[in-house]
């Protein structure tokens, strides 16, 4: 806003640092005095958000069969959950964190890895939401790939960018996972946004079902029958 850019000049002025303030652009909520963003968007996954899923779509996975493919893989925090939970993983990512697969854009791929048949990640934000990505990540997963299957850890806020409307009529999500509880994602406390898992499954017919996630301890999850 223009009274925030004002602040923020008299904040310079006077060498003193603005205080940051939250603001949603484009369905992100985002700190305006904060520096920029981590190169290429690279948040690591706490183990919770991981688990939640892995425990409500576990029948749907193990009916699925073939590998998964976590294509933002990082360090490989998420693929690791996946894969002590039972299920074979591929991991790949535009740079080599320690995932140990394949350092490769994702939009290189045009057909997905051998032998998988869906994907679990937390794209970077700009390459699905509808300001900068378009809702390329989708898209890419969907039509150009073709997977059976794709698990989305995104903003709750995201389908509602009036920019996705047209991609979100046409690849609506089988199910959406709304997360009651914030991802702290820096370790830094106060969480400022809440997060669901974006689910689509071509096997699925009909509307959109919504259902809700709360954070179980890990020791709890481990008790899911593989």
């Known amino acids: 806003s223009v009274v925030t850019q004002n602040a923020r000049g008299l904040f310079r002025a006077t060498g003193k640092t603005s205080k940051a303030v939250a603001d949603l652009v484009d369905s992100e909520l985002v700190k305006t005095a904060d520096p920029a963003r981590n190169a290429l968007d690279f948040y690591p996954t706490p183990s919770e958000p991981t688990l939640a899923l892995l425990r409500a779509e576990h029948?749907?996975?193990?009916?699925?069969?073939?590998?998964?493919?976590?294509?933002?893989?990082?360090?490989?925090?998420?693929?690791?959950?996946?894969?002590?939970?039972?299920?074979?993983?591929?991991?790949?990512?535009?740079?080599?964190?320690g995932h140990g697969g394949e350092t490769r854009s994702f939009f290189?791929?045009?057909?997905?890895?051998?032998?998988?048949?869906?994907?679990?990640?937390?794209?970077?934000?700009?390459?699905?939401?509808?300001?900068?990505?378009?809702?390329?990540?989708?898209?890419h997963s969907l039509n150009v790939l073709g997977l059976e299957y794709a698990a989305l850890l995104l903003s709750w806020a995201w389908p509602g960018a009036a920019g996705l409307g047209?991609?979100?009529?046409?690849?609506?999500?089988?199910?959406?996972?709304?997360?009651?509880?914030?991802?702290?994602?820096?370790?830094?406390?106060?969480?400022?946004?809440?997060?669901?898992?974006?689910?689509?499954?071509?096997?699925?017919?009909?509307?959109?079902?919504?259902?809700m996630l709360d954070r179980t301890a890990d020791a709890r999850q481990k008790e899911m029958s593989l």
């Open 108 to 139: 290189d791929y045009d057909t997905p890895p051998a032998g998988v048949t869906g994907q679990i990640t937390n794209p970077p934000y700009d390459l699905i939401n509808s300001r900068d990505g378009k809702g390329r990540w989708l898209t």
């Open 166 to 211: 047209p991609i979100y009529d046409v690849l609506p999500p089988a199910r959406v996972y709304l997360m009651r509880w914030k991802i702290d994602w820096t370790g830094g406390g106060a969480p400022p946004m809440l997060n669901a898992w974006f689910v689509w499954d071509r096997q699925w017919k009909g509307e959109t079902v919504l259902r």
């Open 59 to 97: 029948f749907r996975l193990c009916e699925l069969g073939g590998k998964i493919w976590e294509p933002a893989a990082g360090d490989g925090a998420m693929a690791r959950i996946i894969s002590a939970c039972g299920f074979p993983v591929v991991t790949s990512d535009i740079v080599d964190r």
